[in-house]
């Protein structure tokens, strides 16, 4: 049992990008021996923009965008709180 303080789980997936703005549609996006997950399967097309945290979650998977360089590059991730603002409909 863990008391006064609250535990943090980390995000189920972090993907490293090289923009400011991303989109996320919830497929896994990789192809090539890796897991792949047809758009079909996945939500609706967000786009989402990386502010000064240097990282933004999707508001539906969870996936966390992390920009390479950023302040949140090669931080625990888990230590970092949920930011899915910025987030709008294709």
Do not use: N, W
Not at 25 to 49: N, Q
């Amino acid at each position: 049992m863990v008391t006064g303080a609250a535990m943090t789980i980390p995000p189920p997936e972090i993907t490293l990008v090289e923009t400011h703005r991303v989109s996320c549609d919830g497929s896994g996006g990789i192809r090539g021996g890796e897991r792949f997950t047809p758009a079909a399967l996945g939500h609706p097309r967000v786009f989402l923009e990386i502010d000064e945290h240097g990282y933004v979650d999707c508001g539906y998977c969870d996936r966390r965008f992390v920009l390479k360089g950023g302040p949140a590059d090669g931080v625990d991730q888990a230590s970092l709180p949920d930011i899915a603002s910025g987030a709008s409909p294709a």
